[in-house]
Protein backbone atom coordinates (compact mmCIF):
# COMPACT_ATOMS: atom_id res chain seq x y z
CA UNK A 1 0.00 0.00 0.00
CA UNK A 2 1.40 3.43 -1.22
CA UNK A 3 1.38 6.50 1.46
CA UNK A 4 -1.46 8.23 -0.52
CA UNK A 5 -3.62 4.75 -0.13
CA UNK A 6 -2.92 4.65 3.77
CA UNK A 7 -3.80 8.49 3.88
CA UNK A 8 -6.88 7.87 2.09
CA UNK A 9 -7.67 5.37 4.50
CA UNK A 10 -6.99 7.19 7.54
CA UNK A 11 -9.16 9.72 6.38
CA UNK A 12 -12.10 7.61 5.89
CA UNK A 13 -11.27 5.84 9.25
CA UNK A 14 -11.31 9.39 11.14
CA UNK A 15 -14.30 10.61 9.17
CA UNK A 16 -16.15 7.22 10.25
CA UNK A 17 -15.15 7.83 13.81
CA UNK A 18 -16.39 11.39 13.50
CA UNK A 19 -19.86 10.50 12.07
CA UNK A 20 -20.49 8.18 15.01
CA UNK A 21 -19.29 10.47 17.59
CA UNK A 22 -21.77 13.12 16.17
CA UNK A 23 -24.60 10.42 15.61
CA UNK A 24 -23.85 9.70 19.32
CA UNK A 25 -24.13 13.10 20.78
CA UNK A 26 -27.28 14.24 19.17
CA UNK A 27 -29.93 12.65 21.92
CA UNK A 28 -27.74 13.60 24.46
CA UNK A 29 -28.10 17.51 23.49
CA UNK A 30 -31.74 16.84 22.65
CA UNK A 31 -32.27 15.54 26.22
CA UNK A 32 -29.87 17.80 27.69
CA UNK A 33 -31.68 20.94 26.46
CA UNK A 34 -34.93 19.75 27.50
CA UNK A 35 -33.08 19.41 31.17
CA UNK A 36 -31.92 23.17 30.60
CA UNK A 37 -35.28 23.95 30.31
CA UNK A 38 -37.50 21.85 32.59
CA UNK A 39 -35.01 23.16 35.03
CA UNK A 40 -35.66 26.60 34.47
CA UNK A 41 -39.49 26.18 34.45
CA UNK A 42 -39.08 24.70 38.00
CA UNK A 43 -36.78 27.82 39.36
CA UNK A 44 -39.46 29.98 38.13
CA UNK A 45 -42.03 28.29 40.65
CA UNK A 46 -39.76 28.46 43.29
CA UNK A 47 -40.95 32.11 44.72
CA UNK A 48 -45.23 31.03 44.40
CA UNK A 49 -44.11 27.83 45.99
CA UNK A 50 -42.44 29.04 48.76
CA UNK A 51 -45.16 31.70 49.44
CA UNK A 52 -47.93 28.83 48.75
CA UNK A 53 -46.79 26.73 51.15
CA UNK A 54 -45.86 29.76 54.10
CA UNK A 55 -49.72 30.71 53.23
CA UNK A 56 -50.97 27.11 54.30
CA UNK A 57 -48.75 26.95 57.49
CA UNK A 58 -49.91 30.04 58.33
CA UNK A 59 -53.74 28.67 57.91
CA UNK A 60 -53.18 25.84 59.83
CA UNK A 61 -51.79 22.84 58.01
CA UNK A 62 -49.25 21.09 59.33
CA UNK A 63 -45.65 20.65 58.14
CA UNK A 64 -46.76 16.84 58.38
CA UNK A 65 -50.21 17.11 56.97
CA UNK A 66 -48.38 19.25 53.82
CA UNK A 67 -46.43 15.97 53.65
CA UNK A 68 -48.92 14.17 53.49
CA UNK A 69 -50.48 15.87 50.91
CA UNK A 70 -46.92 15.59 48.68
CA UNK A 71 -45.60 19.26 49.63
CA UNK A 72 -42.02 19.55 50.56
CA UNK A 73 -41.20 22.50 52.81
CA UNK A 74 -39.22 24.39 50.66
CA UNK A 75 -35.14 24.65 51.20
CA UNK A 76 -34.65 27.35 53.77
CA UNK A 77 -33.43 30.36 51.44
CA UNK A 78 -29.60 30.81 51.55
CA UNK A 79 -28.57 33.99 53.24
CA UNK A 80 -27.07 36.71 51.06
CA UNK A 81 -24.60 38.32 53.39
CA UNK A 82 -22.20 41.57 52.73
CA UNK A 83 -18.71 40.56 52.31
CA UNK A 84 -16.48 41.53 55.34
CA UNK A 85 -13.26 43.53 54.82
CA UNK A 86 -10.14 42.28 53.07
CA UNK A 87 -12.25 39.43 52.25
CA UNK A 88 -12.94 40.00 48.07
CA UNK A 89 -13.09 37.94 45.72
CA UNK A 90 -9.67 37.55 45.10
CA UNK A 91 -8.93 36.74 48.67
CA UNK A 92 -12.33 34.09 48.93
CA UNK A 93 -10.95 32.14 46.06
CA UNK A 94 -8.02 29.71 47.51
CA UNK A 95 -5.27 29.08 44.55
CA UNK A 96 -4.20 25.51 44.07
CA UNK A 97 -1.24 24.64 42.39
CA UNK A 98 -1.59 21.85 39.57
CA UNK A 99 -1.09 18.34 40.50
CA UNK A 100 0.69 15.75 38.12
CA UNK A 101 -1.02 12.55 37.49
CA UNK A 102 -1.11 9.86 40.55
CA UNK A 103 0.40 7.04 37.55
CA UNK A 104 2.80 9.34 35.66
Do not use: C, F
Not at 68 to 96: D, F, I
Amino acid sequence: MDAQKILSKADEIEAARQAARKGAIGPLATILAERKRLEAALAETETPYRKAYTTAEAAGWSGAELSQLGAEAPEPRRARGKQTAGRGRSASKAEVPPQSPVNA
